[in-house]
T-cell receptor, first 113, second 110 residues
Framework: EAQVTQNPRYLITVTGKKLTVTCSQNMNHEYMSWYRQDPGLGLRQIYYSMNVEVTDKGDVPEGYKVSRKEKRNFPLILESPSPNQTSLYFC????????????FGPGTRLTVT | LAKTTQPISMDSYEGQEVNITCSHNNIATNDYITWYQQFPSQGPRFIIQGYKTKVTNEVASLFIPADRKSSTLSLPRVSLSDTAVYYCLVVGGATNKLIFGTGTLLAVQP
């Protein structure tokens, strides 16, 4: 089954404690993205990747890091989480062909206290 | 990047056809128009995409005028389960930088 998986689905942590949210896709997609979603602000792109070792900033990259060492994985790293990073996070992927369909993961609800 | 503008909310009744229009004035030649549906606390789900004229699939139709500066998602005979937020997103081929608009909250009543 074609899918994007994220782990963990729920995470409560404290300010300053480094964390990683994993994202994996099984569709051999070139393009991957991370979004955060906050009430009233919609979906905002954090980082995106066009292929292995090719990443770039989206609209709200501050406080986040990403890496793309393998095509299927695109982890999101919060080196020193702060309460303003409490949010719902989504990973997505799509192919580089003519189709523009993005496949989204189930989401990770992060709370930073 | 083409930014999009949609109505914040719409109301409908079961069985009606719903049309949601999106404005994307600075769409580029290679951009496609895509629409997504999102339920609370779930990831958006792809509905349909188009480049120009009309596209239809099993759940929706997408109408795009010749100038491509707007598009209309048409949902035939909506049901209560179609209550969701609908996003219009313009996607280029050579970039993955994407900007979602605020979306349209569609509320379907009995």
């Amino acid at each position: 089954e074609a899918q994007v998986t994220q782990n963990p689905r729920y995470l409560i942590t404290v300010t300053g404690k480094k964390l990683t949210v994993t994202c994996s896709q099984n569709m051999n997609h070139e393009y991957m993205s991370w979004y955060r979603q906050d009430p009233g602000l919609g979906l905002r792109q954090i980082y995106y990747s066009m292929n292995v070792e090719v990443t770039d900033k989206g609209d709200v990259p501050e406080g986040y890091k990403v890496s793309r060492k393998e095509k299927r994985n695109f982890p999101l790293i919060l080196e020193s989480p702060s309460p303003n990073q409490t949010s719902l996070y989504f990973c997505a992927s799509r192919g580089a062909g003519e189709g523009r369909e993005q496949y989204f993961g189930p989401g990770t609800r992060l709370t930073v206290t | 990047l083409a930014k999009t503008t949609q109505p914040i909310s719409m109301d409908s009744y079961e069985g009606q056809e719903v049309n949601i229009t999106c404005s994307h004035n600075n769409i580029a030649t290679n951009d496609y128009i895509t629409w997504y549906q999102q339920f609370p606390s779930q990831g958006p789900r792809f509905i349909i995409q188009g480049y120009k004229t009309k596209v239809t699939n099993e759940v929706a139709s997408l109408f795009i005028p010749a100038d491509r500066k707007s598009s209309t998602l048409s949902l035939p005979r909506v049901s209560l389960s179609d209550t969701a937020v609908y996003y219009c997103l313009v996607v280029g081929g050579a970039t993955n930088k994407l900007i979602f608009g605020t979306g349209t909250l569609l509320a379907v009543q009995p």
